[in-house]
């Protein structure tokens, strides 16, 4: 047995069959790049790949193809068919595609994994469609969101649970969204917009901090919506405060992302942190600046952004100190 076979097998000093699992599991790297280091540790060539990208590519463009005829068929007639048809035709449609995903579970191809993902992403859209329109025709609004986001988010749940996969954990993300503002919206007659904005900001907190708990995962998935939560969150409503609340959050983003070493904060926190200040330079100043200044407003702020991300990215790309070894 060769020095690099022992070390992927038994981990003396390289790496192990056991990492490799865990980094795939956690969403660190596909199953192909963990089989590609395996063999290079073990002194082999790579394994090919047994599905093309070109091939893959072609049928996510014909699956997209035949859903997008159905769905123009389909919308024509719709006004033809009764509520039962409908339920239906979209429980059938939810159905179908979970069970399609379903027939995929064991293969160990990582083109079918990604397909499987896919299918049951948007069967977690069928089963929500399906589930409104099972609630009651008489039903308010209010009650129709708050058992959609009740049903949907025990549906994505579940699928997010057998499999931790990045579409699965947005669709869970939708489905917790709407049984929140569900239950505000039943709960309170006429709550003002920016209650829902900071509703979608509250919850991209709570997916960053699972994420960095690693509860849920891929935790960079968690990461991405949380940031995107935080980001949107506050101009659901329009009001002018909400702008600040924006800028803060970016600012707060980026101070995260140096503690705990994380890019991928930092990225977003820039972006917020540029687009809320270009933002009230306009609203605040374009009439009275005019627009040209804020334009050169916001330029320097955009280069102020570059050069203090810059900086940050450093500190969150430098390595902690080896602990010492006794």
Known sequence: MSERETDVRRGDGGVTRASLARW???????????????????????????????????????????????????????????????????????????????????????????????????????????????????????????????????????????RRWALQLLACFGGVVTLVVGVIATGWEHPPVWVFGFVVWGLGAVFLLLGRLGLAKPAFVAYVIGSCALIVGPRVSEQDWTLFLGLATGAALMAVSVAVRNTVLLGFGAAAVFGYVTWIAVRFFGHTLGAPLALLVAGIVLLGVAVLTARLRRLTGRKEPAAPTS
């Open 24 to 162: 795939v599991k956690a969403g660190l790297m596909t199953r192909e790049q963990a089989e590609a280091i395996e063999a290079f540790e073990a002194g082999a060539a790579p394994a090919a790949r047994r599905v093309p990208l070109v091939t893959e590519a072609l049928g996510y463009l014909g699956t997209a193809l035949a859903l997008g005829a159905a769905v123009a068929f389909l919308g024509q007639k719709w006004g033809e068919f009764t509520r039962g048809a409908h339920i239906g035709i979209l429980g059938g449609g939810a159905a179908l595609l979970l069970i399609a995903g379903w027939l995929l579970r064991r293969t160990e191809e990582e083109a079918f994994g990604r397909l499987m993902s896919v299918l049951w992403f948007l069967s977690a859209g069928l089963a929500a469609a399906t589930f409104a329109l099972l609630v009651p025709e008489n039903a308010a609004d209010e009650r129709r969101t708050l058992l959609t986001g009740i049903a949907t988010s025990a549906y994505a749940g579940a699928l997010w649970l057998f």
